[in-house]
């Protein structure tokens, strides 16, 4: 028999203290109806919760099925979703402490509704291996994305935010969609509109025209730091889609013949611009974030930064980024990526919950003995990079970028982050065995970090370029 598991119980003073906590004072008005739907701290699966005497209970009901899509038990390798030579779609996530999970398929049209259109409750004895998620669909995925809900227990001073009344975008999401326009506001003005991933399909293959890494010396390049939207914006750069990589792509002559040959681009990963959107008293117009330093989805390039020629599809960021990327290598430059992967866009306790935080908010931040975030990176919260599965995260992310985008290297923003003991840090954890006198407070730094160890020794990262 197939298995649902029910949600944790949890106490009524556990909601009391969060109705405080989230207070929709701490929004701007602008962001608030959605911050509503994203928290809702005190209805959290309450229902659910009360009607469960015991924590991890799982409750037989029906085997999977879905109407549009065959069904089956799936593989917990490799992360995120990957389509197979028969048109199929892997699902894989990491969630050590949740007991149920659940894919949510979302049509274009029913997202642009906040609705979803199917859901596929997953049976933990079929679908769980280990701490690992999975399940495979095959079907037609055209005009669909996808999120997940996660149960479990929601109690910050443990660390834990379950709530299955998100939708949470994959750690491993390759593209992320959500408004259409740069720093214009989503349905009945909303900065933080439903997001969903995109499905990854079989005719999406990039003819890269047989380009390589041009492994340039270090020694000999001029670099270009540039901010892919401000680069092209203004109307005199004389371009058909200005503040996009394709604008980008159609300046590269221009900077040949400065004698560039490495562009370094700043945050191109999908972030909000709309995060912290205010009005601004002084200028007479309302604040955006545009420089881009705070990460929703490491792997997936900003979709904003794409051109409106094919504004429906999900994946024209992917492609435009490597159209860039092989102009550039065509005219002999390098291009060199700003990550920022010391901390999120989630912030802290009174921050959305739209991935990280709702998936295994233990696992990806580090946290101080009462759930209270670390805060060494000044933004909110500090990611959890020596965690060992948080560092085979960033291990996989920047080979994703190498392999699949073709960059020739990274800049790590605030990288001394990288350097710091994770949560739960213990010899035996790290190096699978004890330490005498070994003990390190969470966010300590330490003399050799073990992502820092991995990137060097990855035998795809260690020749390309790094600064730090």
């Known amino acids: 028999m197939g298995a649902n598991a029910i949600t944790c119980s949890s106490s009524f003073l556990h909601c009391t203290k969060l109705n405080t906590l989230f207070s929709n004072n701490d929004f701007p008005k602008t962001s608030t109806p959605n911050f509503k739907r994203i928290f809702r701290p005190i209805s959290i699966s309450a229902k659910d919760r009360r009607s469960s005497e015991a924590e991890n209970v799982a409750v037989v009901e029906k085997p999977l099925k879905s109407e549009r899509f065959l069904v089956s038990d799936g593989l917990p390798s490799p992360f995120g979703a990957t389509v197979r030579a028969d048109g199929g779609v892997n699902f894989s996530v990491y969630s050590a402490n949740s007991v149920s999970a659940t ?4 049509s274009l049209s029913d997202l642009r509704q906040n609705k979803v259109t199917e859901e596929i409750q997953l049976d933990p004895s079929r679908n769980r291996t280990g701490h690992v998620w999975h399940v495979f669909l095959k079907g037609s995925f055209k005009d669909m994305f996808y999120g997940y809900r996660f149960d479990g227990k929601f109690s910050p001073e443990d660390g834990h935010y379950y709530d299955s009344s998100n939708i949470l975008l994959d750690p491993y999401a390759k593209a992320i969609i959500s408004r ?16 969903a991933c995109m499905v990854p399909t079989l005719d999406e293959e990039f003819d890269w025209e047989g380009d390589m890494h041009l492994k340039l010396p270090q020694k000999d390049l001029v670099i270009y730091e540039m901010h892919v939207r401000g680069f092209t914006r203004h109307e005199s750069s004389n371009i058909e889609f200005p503040g996009t990589y394709q604008g980008v792509a159609e300046k590269l002559d221009h900077l040949k013949e400065l004698g560039i040959n490495c562009i370094e681009l700043m945050p191109c990963h999908e972030f909000n611009e709309l995060e912290y959107y205010s009005y601004n008293t002084i200028l007479g117009d309302h604040r955006v974030n545009f420089w881009g330093y705070s990460t929703m989805g490491f792997f997936s390039p900003m979709i904003r930064y794409s051109s409106p020629s094919s504004r429906n599809f999900a994946g024209r960021a992917i492609n435009e980024f490597k159209i860039l990327v092989k102009e550039a290598h065509k005219r002999g430059i390098e291009v060199i990526m700003d990550v ?12 959305p919950i739209f991935s990280f935080r709702g998936v295994d908010n233990s696992v990806y931040y580090m946290l101080a003995p009462k759930g209270e975030f670390y805060n060494y990176s000044g933004c909110g919260n500090t990611f959890n990079c020596n965690h060992p599965v948080v560092r085979q995260f960033i291990v996989d992310c920047l080979r994703y970028w190498v392999t699949e985008m073709h960059v020739d290297g990274f800049r790590f923003d605030l990288g001394s982050i990288m350097s710091r003991s994770s949560s739960l840090w213990d010899a035996a954890n790290v190096y699978g065995a004890d330490v005498e006198g070994d003990f390190l407070t969470t966010g300590t730094p330490v003399s050799c970090p073990p992502v820092i160890d991995m990137i060097s020794n990855d035998p795809i990262l260690r020749g390309v370029k790094v600064i730090n």
């Open 340 to 351: 920022v992967l010391n901390h999120t866009a989630e912030g802290n306790e009174k921050g």
């Open 180 to 195: 259409d326009e740069f720093g214009v506001l989503g349905p009945d003005e909303n900065c933080w509109p439903q997001m």
């Open 103 to 106: 894919v949510c398929l979302i």
